[in-house]
């Protein structure tokens, strides 16, 4: 069943992903055309009410399997997650059982076993990645064997990797400078996935980073959207030097930790994780900030807190944080801005 409710919410720009198609922001621009070859529920009603009701459908696109019923099996068995089997699968996981869906899974097991840098990034007409220093020039992919290798999925068009773009290039710059003082400038790398629309905006948005890239309209950088799963962007995924995944989740890293971040391991967030601890135990536990009116009380995750996003700088925090418990305003320790208070109205 596709649900076909209006969409009265507008897309979060980290939620669009043009990886997939060249014109439509939709992975499902193929449904919204005239041509539809399947059967279509006329539009609002009671009857449609009732299935957005049954299936507790808050969003679309929402696709809803429906298994054919069999008297061996549990009758109205249903897949929630449809849209999400067919953009990692498409016709592969038809028809969508337990049993089909089981084999895929240990396929991508077993890829994710298998997975190296090259053959992440190379196919049999290129062995190499772009780079720059004045004049475009190319790189083996297997000088990068051995490194620790960010994938950074952006584009020019996104604006919240134009934002976080610069961020990066100056935490890049840092570990490369700290490597390099150990005589490792080499260990660490970054290749842009570009979702571009065009080769003009490519040349434009990658003239003005360090590091390396793969070609524009590169038909691996589909097939790497799909093995990461990148549902939104700005995305960096760390791959470590034995080719094997480290997090998906290199961009939230650099937001907490900057450059401290690297080499991105579970053992050094762990580590990073503990200072944060310690230093925290210094803090006091109320603080009048001067952006807000109200008092903020230190919270972490075991007591109130947990992500967020802070109001002043606008990047992700998690651990400990100030935060508002009558609106939920939330800041970073180091964003606080401490003033004097009389009678509970901040000074300002």
Same mark, same amino acid.
């Given at each position: 069943m596709m649900n076909e409710m209006k969409d009265e919410t507008q897309a979060h720009p980290l939620s669009h992903n043009d990886y997939f198609g060249e014109v439509s922001s939709s992975r499902f621009s193929l449904l919204a055309s005239k041509d539809r070859n399947f059967l279509l529920s006329p539009n609002g009603g009671q009857k449609q009410r009732k299935l957005n009701t049954k299936y507790n459908v808050e969003g679309i696109p929402c696709l809803i399997i429906l298994q054919p019923y069999e008297s061996n099996k549990e009758d109205g068995a249903e897949i929630r997650n449809g849209v999400e089997l067919i953009y990692r699968y498409g016709i592969q996981g038809y028809p969508f059982s337990k049993e089909k869906l089981e084999k895929l899974h240990e396929a991508e097991r077993e890829k994710c076993e298998k997975q190296t840098l090259v053959n992440l990034l190379a196919n049999q007409y290129r062995d190499y990645v772009l780079s720059h220093a004045g004049v475009t020039r190319k790189v083996p992919i297997v000088s990068l064997v051995d490194k620790t290798t960010a994938l950074y999925f952006s584009a020019k068009w996104c604006v919240p990797c134009v934002k976080f773009t610069p961020k990066l290039i100056s935490i890049y710059e840092k570990i490369k400078q700290e490597l390099a003082e150990k005589g490792k400038d080499e260990d660490f790398e970054i290749v842009l996935i570009s979702s571009d629309r065009d080769e003009a905006s490519f040349d434009s948005y990658y003239s003005k980073m360090p590091w390396l890239a793969l070609p524009f309209k590169d038909p691996e950088i589909k097939n790497l959207a799909r093995h990461f799963d990148v549902q939104g962007i700005p995305c960096l995924v760390i791959i470590g030097p034995d080719g094997k995944?480290?997090?998906?989740?290199? !961009?939230?890293?650099? =937001? %907490?930790?900057?450059?401290?971040?690297?080499?991105?391991?579970?053992?050094?967030?762990?580590?990073? #994780?503990?200072?944060?601890?310690?230093?925290?135990?210094?803090?006091?536990?109320?603080?009048?900030?001067?952006?807000? !009116?109200?008092?903020? =009380? %230190?919270?972490?995750?075991?007591?109130?807190?947990?992500?967020?996003?802070?109001?002043?700088?606008? #990047?992700?925090?998690?651990?400990?944080?100030?935060?508002?418990?009558?609106?939920?305003?939330?800041?970073?320790?180091?964003?606080?801005?401490t003033v004097d208070c009389v009678d509970n109205n901040v000074l300002l």
């Open positions: 995944t480290i997090t998906c989740h290199g !961009r939230n890293l650099i =937001n %907490l930790y900057q450059e401290n971040a690297y080499p991105f391991t579970n053992a050094k967030v762990e580590l990073l #994780e503990k200072l944060v601890e310690e230093e925290a135990k210094d803090l006091p536990r109320l603080v009048y900030h001067e952006g807000h !009116r109200h008092d903020l =009380n %230190l919270v972490s995750d075991g007591n109130g807190g947990g992500p967020f996003i802070c109001c002043v700088c606008d #990047e992700q925090g998690s651990c400990w944080a100030y935060q508002c418990l009558e609106c939920g305003y939330e800041v970073h320790p180091k964003c606080v801005i």
